[in-house]
Nanobody
């Protein structure tokens, strides 16, 4: 069983910054990639940022230049630095890990429980 624990969400004013963290634990997981997605009520979950284990990252168009993903494979953690936050960034943010747990298992996709980010004055 792979468990993901997110932290760092909260309320911030427009133009402010937040840093989300996600720690993976559980069966010896071999991580292929880690990422962040977000969802608002009535909408599909959308890509925020996703990175391979080697650090190659892709970003959603609306966050390019403002958000930065980083991953620490050794510690099975990923971080999302969010700068210049806008009200449209308000959403529940989910951590995603793609990997094999245990290492000989099929490739799986695992999700955290989500953390709320609210951007409002």
């Amino acid at each position: 069983q792979v468990q993901l624990l997110e932290s760092g969400g909260g309320l911030v004013q427009p133009g402010g910054s937040l840093r989300l963290s996600c720690d993976a634990s559980g069966n010896s997981i071999t991580i292929n990639g880690m990422g962040w997605y977000r969802q608002t009520p009535g909408n599909q979950r959308e890509l925020v940022a996703d990175s391979t284990r080697s650090g190659e990252a892709v970003y959603g168009d609306s966050v390019k230049g403002r958000f930065t993903i980083s991953i620490d494979i050794a510690n099975k953690a990923t971080y999302l630095q969010m700068n210049d936050l806008k009200p449209d960034d308000t959403a529940v943010y989910y951590c995603n890990v793609k990997g094999r747990a245990p290492p000989w298992a099929a490739l799986g996709s695992y999700w955290g429980q989500g953390t709320q980010v609210t951007v409002s004055s």
